[in-house]
Every structure is written in C-alpha cells, then in structure tokens.
C-alpha cells in the first residue's frame, strides 16, 4: 500500500508563494506520472500541472509561468511552487500519483491554499 502526504498548504496574500510537498511511503514501485490538482468551493476538481516520471511538465493556461511542478525520486516527492497566487488560486490542492507496473493511481489528503486579497 502506498500513501501520500502532502504538506505546506496555509494562508497568504495576494502576490504571495507557497511550495506544496507530497511526499509518498509504503510498498513504493516505480514511481510514475504525478498530477497536481485543485477544487474550489462550488467547483469540480481539476488539474493544473502534471509531471512525467522522466521531468516533463505540462501546466494549464491559469497557472503557467506562475507554478512550477518539480519531483526528486530518490525522496519519492513531488513538489509544487506556486508564485504570484491571487484569491483566484484559492482551493484545496491534491497530489495524484500513478505506480508500480499496473500504474495505479494514489491520492494525497488534501491541503487547503487561501490567498487573502
């Protein structure tokens, strides 16, 4: 079994950063493809950044050239940077993590992002 934990949510304002962490333990195998994603009150869940196991990145119109989604393998932890953040960004972040060669798919608890305008 594998669980995430993510970490470095909290409360900022307008023009503020935050790195969000999510690091992975258990029975890990292959750490796969990493998603970031994010659920506003009233809204549905969606992803914004995504990483490969190789490094590549691919991030939504709303937050590009704003986050930066990295990852250290050897830590089996991925990592979020968010700069600029607005009271738009604010929402409860997930990490979303594929594994081992059936390529299943794990997710972190939760952490909550407000930014004060």
């Known amino acids: 079994q594998v669980q995430l934990v993510e970490s470095g949510g909290g409360l900022v304002q307008t023009g503020g950063s935050l790195r969000l962490s999510c690091a992975a333990s258990?029975?890990?195998?292959?750490?796969?493809?990493a998603g970031w994603y994010r659920q506003a009150p009233g809204k549905q869940r969606e992803l914004f950044a995504s990483i490969t196991s190789g490094g590549n990145t691919n991030y939504s119109d709303s937050v590009k050239g704003r986050f930066t989604v990295s990852r250290d393998n050897a830590k089996k932890t991925v990592y979020l940077q968010m700069n600029s953040l607005t009271p738009e960004d604010t929402a409860v972040y997930y990490c979303n993590v594929r594994f081992g060669f059936l390529n299943r798919s794990y997710w972190g608890q939760g952490t909550q992002v407000t930014v004060s305008s």
């Open positions: 258990g029975s890990i195998v292959n750490m796969r493809d």
